[in-house]
């Protein structure tokens, strides 16, 4: 196996968890293209394309096959600083010709553009010509309404395939929607609305959970009644004609989408926009203030999903590409531009991951073929208790590659997942990055050795680092991650109205968004021109990379500063505790002092006093015996379920503010499950 590989990748002298064989190399785009470029390694490749932006972005425009509606006057334009770079300036672009027309000229008309299913057993397959018409129909229709070039369209949906065209029509039309997570209560769905001014909402009579039909139309309406600014709202058909009942309905606002794309033209001119052109404006909550709501371009977030999923993945035109999320956050858009970009299929899951049982996902995965398929630890974490016969229950060898995002992983459950899921023979594409990234700033490829958690290294194309409080680079030790170069698809400032041309563009309201995102990303001290993205890292002496959490998470007790990932890893080292949170709190003595919040596989345990306070001594015992005495944490407490996001997420500043009793939480529209912060709060009175 040794000699089938490249002379650049045979000098590995560490044991990984997986390495590449001759298959993964002879398959590779990115071993091509390091070739064709005339470079010696992957390493050389890296350092190349984080030195000179616009070279890198040069081969993945031949890589992906862009065809300009008119060509860009130079590739980089940094007349503005890197905080607002712009490329490819004066390119006509509409990245839905790119993703429909231009594969159904080149022969893919009948290939399957679009599959899926629901989770009661629905299917539905689209191929790119199918996928073309409905997108036509439904541009038209949007046009019929009234939607014109730079208006937004709120997106309220689960992860259906009317969702997926309502996205591509928007853009066809020369719209920017706001896709908004299909869990939101109508306060949080109205202040996505609001900010953007959406004068149209497309939203579904409802959505299936765990076998219950849930009304999120009675949401919408609740949300519209919050948001003026939406004039129609456009309802697709999702329940069963026995679940629907009586949809709540406003006669002259609301339309069924199947009767506003009814007798529309099957064909739709893209509209002319150029690369620059908004086209998405998704919203991504930060710990204090309104969620910031970042602004993409034609030529930014949609490139950026297509070049990583070549760089990382390996996503080819034979592939089948999916991602267990939901529209609202950054994966689902991600999911459905970048493989449509690369001629292959996206598969779309909408429903719960383990109902009616635990093997639903593995099900799903086995009837269509998915080659790729990416998760959240979280998710992981949660299915891992049903152990690992559902996972057997299905044929998995379509898979050739695994992926993760979203927080990072604990070695039992990035183990599962390798072993249960991938059977040891697939790789993990750990892939962390953000909203205002547009997809990855670190990750995994699949002709690289592998580490368990970690990352290979930077994502290609983007510049990265790991610096020390006084900006130094650091390796061996924790420090922030930060990106020295600018991207195609770094978020374009945040939304403050329409761009300059619009009718409704206030300079005002866009320069007051400009402050906020310089001082979110860019204002540290002696660090100009460089992005500060938020995250603990690591470089490891070997050159594997690690997440560690949010730095505005940090812990520092007794002068050792932390992330909460390495206590947590710890805590979940105790065989019998599924979940924790790690946070510092504020202590006269060592400035602050470590807590944690541990979720016990057993719940019961969780109520019985007794086997709480020995489960408790037991953690803190784990931590001190690996993290040293200094770290003892305390107070540790033992609950039935911890804050989350409605995606997942652990929001550890809501468990740090309840065990403060500081009553600022931060923006809680995210928040799935509020009866935790009551339950947290009843046990922190419990242990005073």
Same mark, same amino acid.
């Given at each position: ?33 390091? $070739? ?32 300009? /509606? ?146 999120? /139309? ?21 329940? !069963? ?43 991504? =909550? ?52 970048? %493989? ?95 909203? $205002? ?14 580490? %368990?958690?970690?990352? *290979? ?15 130094? %680079? ?33 300079? #005002? ?20 021109? *460089? ?5 603990? #890292? ?34 979940? !080292? ?20 470590? &807590?944690?919040? &541990?979720?016990?596989?057993? !719940?019961?345990? &969780?109520?019985? %006093? ?29 609950? =039935? ?36 912060? $009551? ?10």
């Amino acid at each position: 196996m040794t000699e089938s590989k490249p002379a650049w990748d045979r000098d590995h002298s560490v044991s990984f968890a997986w390495a590449p064989g001759p298959a993964e190399h002879q398959r590779s785009r990115l071993a091509r293209l390091i $070739e064709v470029a005339g470079l010696t390694s992957l390493d050389e490749f890296r350092r190349q394309s984080a030195t000179d932006p616009a070279w890198f972005w040069q081969q993945m425009i031949e890589q992906i096959g862009v065809v300009w /509606k008119s060509p860009p006057s130079r590739t980089l334009d940094l007349s503005r600083g890197r905080e607002f770079a712009t490329f490819f300036p004066d390119a006509g672009f509409n990245y839905t010709e790119q993703a429909l027309d231009h594969w159904i000229e080149n022969g893919r008309a009948d290939h399957p553009a679009i599959v899926w299913e629901g989770e009661e057993g629905s299917t539905r397959t689209l191929t790119y010509l199918q996928l073309l018409a409905e997108v036509s129909k439904a541009s038209h229709g949007l046009v019929t309404l009234g939607v014109r070039r730079g208006d937004r369209v709120g997106i309220f949906m689960p992860l259906i395939v009317e969702c997926a065209v309502a996205m591509l029509a928007c853009s066809r039309v020369g719209a920017i929607f706001t896709p908004i997570f299909s869990g939101f209560g109508a306060s949080a769905v109205a202040t996505r609305l609001n900010d953007c001014d959406a004068t149209v909402l497309i939203t579904v009579d409802g959505a299936y959970r765990r076998g219950k039909a849930v009304n999120l /139309k009675a949401i919408a309406d609740e949300a519209v009644v919050l948001a003026p600014c939406v004039q129609s709202v456009v309802v697709a058909r999702r329940l !069963s004609e026995s679940d629907r009942g009586t949809t709540p309905w406003v006669e002259s606002r609301d339309h069924w989408w199947d009767e506003v794309l009814s007798g529309q033209p099957v064909h739709h001119q893209a509209a002319p926009t150029m690369a620059n052109d908004p086209y998405m404006v998704i919203y991504t =909550s930060g710990t204090t203030g309104q969620p910031k709501g970042t602004r993409h371009i034609h030529a930014g977030f949609p490139l950026k999903s297509a070049a990583d999923q070549i760089v990382l993945f390996d996503v080819q035109s034979d592939d089948r590409v999916c991602w267990y999320s939901d529209p609202g956050w950054m994966m689902a858009p991600w999911l459905i531009k970048g %493989p449509l970009l690369l001629g292959a299929t996206v598969c779309l899951y909408d429903g719960a991951p383990d109902w009616p049982d635990a093997g639903r996902l593995w099900e799903y995965i086995a009837k269509h073929q998915v080659s790729v398929f990416g998760i959240a630890p979280t998710a992981i974490r949660s299915l891992m208790r049903h152990g690992s016969d559902p996972v057997h229950r299905h044929d998995r060898s379509s898979l050739r590659a695994l992926g993760s995002s979203g927080e990072p992983w604990t070695p039992e459950a990035w183990w599962w997942f390798f072993g249960e899921v991938g059977q040891g023979r697939c790789p993990v594409i750990n892939y962390s990055g953000g909203t $205002e990234i547009s997809g990855g700033i670190v990750g995994c490829t699949t002709i690289e050795p592998q580490q %368990p958690c970690g990352f *290979t290294g930077a994502v290609p194309g983007m510049s990265v680092d790991v610096i020390d409080p006084d900006g130094n %680079p650091v390796r061996g030790e924790v420090g922030e991650l930060v990106v020295t170069q600018p991207w195609v698809g770094m978020t374009q400032s945040f939304w403050g109205g329409p761009p300059p041309g619009h009718p409704q563009h206030n300079p #005002a309201r866009q320069a007051a968004a400009d402050r906020r995102y310089l001082e979110t990303y860019w204002t540290r001290p002696d660090q100009s021109g *460089t992005w500060v993205h938020g995250d603990w #890292a690591q470089i490891t002496p070997d050159g594997s990379w690690y997440i560690l959490g949010r730095s505005d998470d940090t812990i520092k007790v007794a002068g050792k500063r932390l992330g909460p990932a390495e206590v947590e890893a710890s805590v979940l !080292s105790h065989p019998d505790i599924l979940e924790a949170a790690a946070c510092g709190l504020p202590d006269d003595l060592k400035g602050e002092i470590l &807590a944690v919040v &541990a979720v016990p596989r057993d !719940s019961s345990d &969780a109520n019985d %006093p007794e086997r709480a306070a020995n489960l408790a001594t037991q953690v803190a015992e784990n931590v001190v015996r690996d993290l040293g005495k200094t770290l003892r944490p305390s107070p540790v407490l033992i609950v =039935s379920e911890l804050p989350k996001t409605k995606s997942g997420k652990v929001m550890r500043r809501v468990v740090r503010a309840v065990l403060a009793s500081d009553p600022n939480m931060g923006d809680l529209s995210g928040l799935d499950n509020p009866s935790a912060i $009551e339950l947290l709060k009843t046990v922190v009175a419990r242990s005073h």
